[in-house]
């Protein structure tokens, strides 16, 4: 499902734009992160599975960090730029190990009469940090593609 949703994710994103396919992917993937966080009817737990978070997380990480980088840089300096997100990407998931392995150490407790793990309560955490990207994107993100005129090797398409 990521790879059929990240190759729909860039197509949207050359058409409408980085802001509003990001703005699309956290809309679509936050009801996933909810029903992960607080549901425990299976059928939707099957659908944050299968549809929710696949196709809002491709659509941010496959269509908006791709196509972002892109338009966001120039070509003498594009390859940097995708090394340190993907340096960036590796740490933070160095550090979502350590996060999750903190978490499970926790004692179970009982948030709005839902048990929750320390397994779920991570999960219940990055909920909260997508609403925060959610907001981020909104304020401060805006598409805009940069150009280098003293750049040698300048794409004529920007």
């Known amino acids: 499902m990521d790879v059929v949703?990240?190759?729909?994710?860039s197509m949207v994103c050359d058409?409408?734009?980085?802001?509003?396919?990001a703005i699309i992917g956290l809309s679509i993937g936050l009801p996933?992160?909810?029903i992960w966080s607080f549901s425990?009817?299976?059928d939707l737990l099957k659908l944050a599975c299968f549809?929710?978070?696949p196709c809002g997380e491709a659509l941010i990480a496959?269509?908006?960090y791709k196509v972002a980088?892109?338009?966001?840089?120039?070509?003498?300096?594009?390859?940097f730029a995708y090394a340190i997100q993907y340096s960036v990407f590796n740490g933070a998931a160095g550090l979502a190990d350590v996060a999750i392995d903190l978490f499970r150490e926790r004692d179970d407790i009982e948030l709005w009469g839902i048990h929750m793990t320390g397994s779920r309560q991570f999960v219940v955490s990055t909920f909260f940090v997508m609403i925060l990207c959610l907001v981020v994107v909104v304020i401060g993100l805006h598409d805009e593609t940069c150009t280098d005129v003293t750049d040698p090797e300048r794409e004529e398409d920007e």
């Open 32 to 34: 996933g992160r909810f």
């Open 69 to 79: 980088l892109k338009r966001m840089t120039t070509p003498r300096v594009r390859p």
């Open 5 to 9: 949703f990240g190759i729909m994710g």
């Open 40 to 42: 425990t009817n299976h």
């Open 15 to 21: 058409r409408i734009g980085v802001r509003k396919t």
């Open 62 to 64: 496959t269509g908006v």
């Open 51 to 53: 549809f929710f978070s």
